[in-house]
């Protein structure tokens, strides 16, 4: 990873560890000396007040007074010799401060050295380092007003080398401690880098939709924080995009239905239009006629009145039926169920329907006697076997017969046939007959007045029994069925 956060502290720790001992050997060179004259200074002068005090309290003389001088002396590394106003030693340093008599009347006489530079000077002291390269000394000495008269003396290291060997020594223990600390950088970044490398990995998954990875670690700091908001938010993302899909296929399938509900609204009025067209044609063509005279004995105007009510009576059937279907399919017409004998029903409606047959030479073959009783609803029950008699009386071919079967089935559901010889339905259009308006021989259809609508109640009134219908081609012709609920 080109910014590898490891690689980043890495980094971060190099240039601050460097930075740092860039500041250490700036600091020594040019801090290191000034710093060490300052201490060196505060010692001496610390020194000079216990001599000051002591000369003031006239305690020079005391043990007390000898053994804090010399505790100081000897713990800051200072020569001291000390004397009266009549040149009497009253202390001297056992470090060598015998050696400092000559130098104090020296310096008290004017005869100072010229590779002394006097560093602070006041009117009881005046302080001086020598200029050596070695480092040399440096002094303090004064004459008090008491009388007493005192030079201190302490060697001073070499502070070049000192800033040398110190900058030598930051270096190499400040190499050492970067590559120790590189080396702890980067194993604890990498414990820290792991469970971020694995969100990452979880977040790429997430953001291919796959929310079945989750994040396991025991951390109780804020990257176990952030694992627990993650698998929260998979869990979240998870449950929102599989209601947005399901409310996605809902609108789909609303969206198809509408268009599927438009597309039945045009055929509807395309096929009603097409349906009352002409009729209304003929009703406004003959009405025309007899608004003009052309009726001239009672017989045509007898005829052309007619057709009017023909063909008005026509366009009023299809309109009911319509209206039957509507409620149907809407659940308007409430469907009473009662038991009642289906054979009865079936032989009443035949023998109301043999004038029909009769008249076109169509045998009509029924033969049951025995009683069979089914639930339903006898007027819609007599609606469906209307439909189908009169769709295999229009459609009947030679030798022209109609057969009526009724079936007792081992599930206890009874089941009517209604068969009569022709032509076969083609197997494209046997799913589509109980469309509405649809018609397999349009010319036929018209020819005998059907509306193409009374397989459509059929299938409504089916539908709202919760019962089975169908339509099969047989051996000579077609059967259309039915079944119902049996109640023997």
């Given at each position: 990873m080109?910014?590898?956060l490891?690689k980043?502290?890495?980094?971060?720790?190099?240039l601050l560890m460097s930075?740092?001992?860039?500041?250490?050997?700036?600091a020594?060179?040019?801090f290191?000396?000034?710093?060490?004259i300052?201490?060196?200074?505060?010692?001496?002068?610390?020194?000079?007040?216990t001599i000051?005090?002591?000369?003031?309290?006239?305690?020079?003389?005391s043990?007390?007074?000898?053994?804090?001088?010399?505790k100081?002396?000897?713990?800051n590394?200072?020569?001291a010799?000390?004397?009266?106003?009549?040149s009497?030693m009253?202390?001297?340093?056992s470090?060598?401060?015998d050696r400092l008599e000559?130098?104090?009347?020296?310096y008290?006489?004017?005869?100072?050295n010229?590779?002394?530079?006097v560093?602070?000077k006041?009117?009881e002291y005046?302080?001086?380092r020598?200029?050596?390269?070695n480092?040399?000394?440096l002094e303090m000495?004064?004459r008090?007003?008491?009388?007493?008269?005192?030079?201190?003396?302490?060697?001073l290291?070499?502070?070049?080398e000192s800033a040398?060997?110190?900058?030598?020594?930051?270096?190499?223990?400040?190499?050492?401690?970067?590559?120790?600390?590189?080396v702890?950088i980067?194993?604890?970044?990498?414990?820290i880098?792991?469970p971020?490398?694995t969100?990452?990995?979880i977040?790429?998954?997430?953001?291919?939709?796959d929310?079945?990875?989750?994040?396991?670690g025991?951390a109780?700091?804020?990257?176990?924080l952030?694992?627990?908001n993650m698998?929260l938010l998979s869990?979240?993302?998870e449950?929102?995009?599989?209601?947005l899909?399901?409310?996605?296929?809902e609108l789909?399938r609303?969206?198809e239905?509408?268009?599927?509900?438009?597309?039945m609204?045009r055929?509807?009025l395309?096929?009603?239009?097409?349906?009352?067209k002409?009729?209304?044609?003929?009703i406004q063509?003959?009405?025309?006629?007899?608004?003009?005279?052309?009726?001239?004995t009672?017989?045509d105007r007898?005829?052309?009145c007619?057709?009017i009510v023909?063909?008005?009576t026509?366009?009023?059937?299809?309109?009911?039926?319509?209206?039957s279907?509507?409620?149907?399919?809407?659940?308007k017409?409430?469907v009473?169920?009662?038991?009642?004998?289906?054979?009865?029903?079936?032989s009443?409606?035949?023998?109301?329907?043999?004038l029909?047959t009769k008249q076109q030479?169509i045998?009509?073959?029924?033969?049951?006697?025995?009683?069979c009783?089914v639930?339903?609803?006898?007027?819609?029950t007599?609606e469906?076997?209307?439909n189908?008699?009169?769709?295999?009386?229009h459609y009947c071919?030679e030798?022209g017969e109609i057969?009526?079967t009724?079936?007792?089935?081992?599930d206890?559901?009874?089941?009517i046939?209604?068969?009569?010889?022709?032509d076969a339905?083609?197997?494209?259009s046997l799913?589509r007959v109980?469309e509405?308006?649809?018609?397999?021989?349009k010319?036929?259809?018209r020819?005998?007045g059907?509306?193409?609508?009374g397989?459509?109640?059929?299938?409504?009134?089916m539908?709202a029994?919760?019962?089975d219908?169908?339509v099969?081609n047989?051996?000579g012709?077609?059967l259309?069925?039915?079944?119902l609920?049996?109640?023997d």
């Amino acid at each position: 990873m080109k910014h590898s956060l490891k690689k980043q502290f890495a980094l971060t720790f190099i240039l601050l560890m460097s930075g740092v001992m860039f500041f250490c050997w700036l600091a020594n060179t040019l801090f290191l000396g000034k710093y060490y004259i300052s201490r060196k200074t505060k010692v001496i002068y610390n020194a000079y007040v216990t001599i000051r005090n002591a000369a003031n309290t006239n305690s020079y003389e005391s043990e007390e007074f000898q053994n804090e001088l010399e505790k100081v002396c000897r713990n800051n590394d200072i020569s001291a010799f000390v004397v009266n106003s009549e040149s009497e030693m009253k202390y001297v340093s056992s470090n060598g401060g015998d050696r400092l008599e000559l130098l104090l009347y020296g310096y008290l006489l004017g005869y100072g050295n010229d590779k002394m530079q006097v560093l602070q000077k006041e009117e009881e002291y005046c302080i001086q380092r020598s200029v050596m390269e070695n480092g040399g000394f440096l002094e303090m000495y004064g004459r008090l007003d008491s009388g007493i008269s005192f030079i201190m003396r302490t060697p001073l290291d070499s502070i070049r080398e000192s800033a040398s060997m110190a900058n030598t020594f930051y270096l190499y223990t400040g190499v050492l401690c970067t590559v120790v600390g590189v080396v702890i950088i980067w194993i604890v970044t990498g414990k820290i880098v792991k469970p971020i490398l694995t969100l990452n990995t979880i977040s790429e998954r997430m953001v291919k939709l796959d929310f079945d990875a989750k994040y396991e670690g025991k951390a109780k700091n804020e990257i176990g924080l952030l694992g627990e908001n993650m698998n929260l938010l998979s869990k979240s993302l998870e449950h929102s995009i599989s209601e947005l899909k399901s409310a996605n296929n809902e609108l789909r399938r609303d969206i198809e239905k509408k268009n599927k509900i438009d597309e039945m609204r045009r055929e509807f009025l395309a096929n009603v239009s097409h349906e009352l067209k002409t009729p209304i044609a003929l009703i406004q063509g003959y009405a025309e006629g007899l608004q003009e005279g052309m009726g001239e004995t009672p017989e045509d105007r007898d005829y052309y009145c007619n057709v009017i009510v023909d063909e008005a009576t026509k366009m009023n059937q299809l309109v009911q039926k319509l209206l039957s279907l509507n409620q149907l399919e809407f659940g308007k017409d409430a469907v009473e169920m009662e038991r009642f004998d289906l054979t009865a029903l079936i032989s009443d409606y035949l023998e109301t329907g043999s004038l029909l047959t009769k008249q076109q030479g169509i045998h009509v073959e029924w033969d049951r006697t025995a009683p069979c009783h089914v639930w339903a609803d006898p007027f819609m029950t007599e609606e469906v076997l209307q439909n189908y008699y009169s769709n295999a009386v229009h459609y009947c071919k030679e030798p022209g017969e109609i057969r009526i079967t009724l079936e007792k089935r081992e599930d206890g559901r009874v089941r009517i046939g209604v068969f009569n010889t022709g032509d076969a339905i083609p197997e494209e259009s046997l799913p589509r007959v109980w469309e509405k308006f649809y018609k397999v021989d349009k010319a036929r259809t018209r020819e005998y007045g059907g509306s193409g609508v009374g397989l459509s109640i059929v299938k409504a009134i089916m539908e709202a029994f919760h019962q089975d219908y169908g339509v099969e081609n047989v051996d000579g012709g077609v059967l259309f069925w039915f079944e119902l609920e049996g109640a023997d």
